[in-house]
């Protein structure tokens, strides 16, 4: 028995000491956002009274190279600023230092007994109430909404439906009536041998505050106010929430109808949000300079986004504001029906039977309409940014052809060995890579079949965007772009070694 109120001894110190951390940071923070707007007036009105044209006093005020040392903080660092600005013999009229000193000190007191344990703790009590924790959040559909949030606990999963209850991690979210109380809802978030705080409240009879009560009775009412944001409230529903009439009988001259109320999942929006965001900073580094790497990069086409909140996202929940305010919207379209997969032997340049495509005319109409704007080349993607929408507009072209090229590589080995076959024998390199005859390997290993696969798409494209628009000239410095970009983005194509290595498993 006496080991076991040792071990909950400790355990209770282990909070005790997470409990302070969790307080002094907020006082910090708090301090720092204080005396950042206080510096930046201060700053403000010696640049409007010409004091910068002192390097020393310039100095001060650049945060670009005045900074603090990383084991100092902000607070400090601030309130170091402000002492050798007071020992400078310039200094504005306007500004009185010893004003401003006790100021700060006003501050810092109101601060320091604003997070005196005892007395946040039982403001935070009080007010736990207007914490819920939840996985579908009423909130996320219209911010006005006042109805409670809902926790799911079910386990009732279906395989072929992504929901909350076939999460295998659910994010559990924090719902708060403003966001005044997001506090609250991150102290009780609080962690401790895997544990949250807010599971401890479960019990009336926990003693893990006393520490920090005058008495047993302030103690008990500190637990009876936290546990106000475990106990959840009754569904209600809300005139701005979207209903559904759902009919489940019409057997009488009445018709019978669930009336559902659709709640948003934040738990699983969540799920998504973290899915759709997996790639590593160094994959996505990689791909926005356009180098090539190794590492798969996710992408997710076709995906759209919703706003839920225009600004103070963690109004409407604590992983709404970590959402940055949105919902993610991913396409559910069902895939192309192609009712026969035909090889191109009827055509000498392959790239033609992607002409009818939707995502290539989409994506050569953006480009026409692009280029038709300027009178050259050099003028519409002189700006980066301008370069970059090119460049993605190829890379999706480019992603298409590389579809269409896997799929004819399914087929069967050695299609192209057919009588009147019109294909380029430089395409049939690439679209039938993995026959074997002799007479085809030679070819292949002797042949620059990338230069003319890399020409071929170039000179299609120019003639889809001359099609698309009469006033489109094509000139030898399109046709260089888009064999630049498309050779990039077609590199493991037309890496020979990597197709001999495919042919000997094949």
Same mark, same amino acid.
Request: with cysteine; proline share 3%; hydrophobic share 35%.
């Given at each position: 028995?006496?080991?076991?109120?040792?071990?909950?001894?400790?355990?209770?110190?282990?909070?005790?000491?997470?409990?302070?951390?969790?307080?002094?940071?907020?006082?910090?923070?708090?301090?720092?956002?204080?005396?950042?707007?206080?510096?930046?007036?201060?700053?403000?009105?010696?640049?409007?009274?010409?004091?910068?044209?002192?390097?020393?006093?310039?100095?001060?005020?650049?945060?670009?190279?005045?900074?603090?040392?990383?084991?100092?903080?902000?607070?400090?660092?601030?309130?170091?600023?402000?002492?050798?600005?007071?020992?400078?013999?310039?200094?504005?009229?306007? /500004?009185?230092?010893?004003?401003?000193?006790?100021?700060?000190?006003?501050?810092?007191?109101?601060?320091?007994?604003?997070?005196?344990?005892?007395?946040? /703790?039982?403001?935070?009590?009080?007010?736990?109430?207007?914490?819920?924790?939840?996985?579908?959040?009423?909130?996320?559909?219209?911010?006005?909404?006042?109805?409670?949030?809902?926790?799911?606990?079910?386990?009732?999963?279906?395989?072929?439906?992504?929901?909350?209850?076939?999460?295998?991690?659910?994010?559990?979210?924090?719902?708060?009536?403003?966001?005044?109380?997001?506090?609250?809802?991150?102290?009780?978030?609080?962690?401790?041998?895997?544990?949250?705080?807010?599971?401890?409240?479960?019990?009336?009879?926990?003693?893990?505050?006393?520490?920090?009560?005058?008495?047993?009775?302030?103690?008990?009412?500190?637990?009876?106010?936290?546990?106000?944001?475990?106990?959840?409230?009754?569904?209600?529903?809300?005139?701005?929430?979207?209903?559904?009439?759902?009919?489940?009988?019409?057997?009488?001259?009445?018709?019978?109808?669930?009336?559902?109320?659709?709640?948003?999942?934040?738990?699983?929006?969540?799920?998504?949000?973290?899915?759709?965001?997996?790639?590593?900073?160094?994959?996505?580094?990689?791909?926005?300079?356009?180098?090539?790497?190794?590492?798969?990069?996710?992408?997710?086409?076709?995906?759209?986004?919703?706003?839920?909140?225009?600004?103070?996202?963690?109004?409407?929940?604590?992983?709404?504001?970590?959402?940055?305010?949105?919902?993610?919207?991913?396409?559910?379209?069902?895939?192309?029906?192609?009712?026969?997969?035909?090889?191109? /032997?009827?055509?000498?340049?392959?790239?033609?039977?992607?002409?009818?495509?939707?995502?290539?005319?989409?994506? /050569?109409?953006?480009?026409?309409?692009?280029?038709?704007?300027?009178?050259?080349?050099?003028?519409?993607?002189?700006?980066?940014?301008?370069?970059?929408?090119?460049?993605?507009?190829?890379?999706?072209?480019?992603?298409?052809?590389?579809?269409?090229?896997?799929?004819?590589?399914?087929?069967?080995?050695?299609?192209?060995?057919?009588?009147?076959?019109?294909?380029?024998?430089?395409?049939?390199?690439?679209?039938?890579?993995?026959?074997?005859?002799?007479?085809?390997?030679?070819?292949?290993?002797?042949?620059?079949?990338?230069?003319?696969?890399?020409?071929?798409?170039?000179?299609?494209?120019?003639?889809?965007?001359?099609?698309?628009?009469?006033?489109?000239?094509?000139?030898?410095?399109?046709?260089?772009?888009?064999?630049?970009?498309?050779?990039?983005?077609?590199?493991?194509?037309?890496?020979?070694?990597?197709?001999?290595?495919?042919?000997?498993?094949?």
């Amino acid at each position: 028995m006496a080991e076991k109120q040792h071990l909950t001894s400790e355990y209770d110190e282990g909070w005790k000491g997470v409990i302070i951390k969790f307080l002094a940071d907020k006082y910090e923070a708090d301090f720092a956002k204080y005396l950042k707007i206080l510096f930046k007036k201060i700053g403000n009105t010696y640049k409007k009274e010409d004091f910068f044209n002192n390097e020393n006093l310039a100095f001060i005020f650049d945060n670009r190279k005045n900074k603090k040392n990383d084991e100092q903080k902000e607070t400090a660092f601030i309130l170091e600023q402000i002492t050798l600005l007071k020992e400078f013999s310039e200094k504005p009229i306007s /500004i009185n230092f010893e004003s401003l000193h006790n100021d700060i000190n006003a501050k810092n007191q109101f601060l320091v007994s604003k997070y005196a344990p005892e007395t946040w /703790i039982t403001w935070a009590s009080e007010n736990a109430k207007n914490v819920t924790f939840a996985t579908h959040v009423t909130k996320l559909t219209h911010s006005i909404i006042d109805s409670p949030s809902l926790f799911s606990a079910t386990e009732a999963a279906k395989n072929t439906h992504l929901s909350t209850a076939s999460l295998a991690n659910v994010a559990i979210d924090g719902a708060v009536q403003g966001n005044q109380y997001s506090p609250i809802y991150q102290f009780l978030e609080l962690e401790v041998s895997g544990k949250k705080l807010v599971s401890e409240f479960v019990s009336l009879d926990t003693g893990l505050l006393e520490s920090f009560a005058k008495n047993h009775e302030q103690l008990q009412i500190w637990n009876q106010g936290f546990a106000a944001a475990t106990s959840r409230g009754k569904p209600r529903a809300h005139f701005l929430l979207k209903q559904t009439y759902f009919p489940i009988s019409t057997a009488s001259l009445s018709i019978h109808y669930h009336l559902l109320c659709n709640v948003v999942s934040s738990s699983k929006a969540q799920a998504l949000f973290e899915f759709s965001r997996r790639n590593s900073k160094n994959a996505f580094k990689i791909k926005n300079s356009n180098k090539y790497s190794e590492e798969t990069y996710f992408n997710f086409p076709n995906r759209a986004s919703i706003s839920i909140t225009a600004s103070n996202h963690g109004n409407a929940s604590q992983l709404n504001g970590k959402r940055g305010g949105r919902l993610g919207l991913f396409s559910c379209q069902p895939p192309v029906w192609h009712s026969q997969l035909k090889a191109p /032997i009827y055509k000498t340049n392959f790239f033609y039977e992607l002409s009818r495509n939707y995502e290539v005319k989409e994506n /050569i109409q953006y480009l026409s309409d692009f280029l038709t704007r300027f009178e050259n080349l050099q003028l519409s993607i002189k700006d980066p940014k301008r370069m970059r929408w090119v460049e993605q507009w190829i890379e999706n072209l480019a992603d298409e052809v590389l579809v269409y090229v896997k799929t004819i590589q399914a087929l069967p080995v050695g299609w192209s060995v057919t009588e009147d076959i019109k294909l380029k024998p430089e395409h049939q390199v690439l679209l039938d890579c993995y026959r074997q005859d002799e007479e085809f390997i030679t070819m292949k290993n002797n042949s620059d079949w990338q230069a003319v696969i890399t020409q071929d798409f170039a000179s299609w494209l120019n003639n889809r965007l001359a099609k698309t628009c009469e006033k489109f000239t094509p000139q030898d410095s399109h046709s260089k772009l888009w064999k630049k970009i498309f050779k990039a983005n077609f590199r493991e194509e037309f890496d020979e070694k990597r197709l001999t290595q495919q042919e000997k498993t094949v």
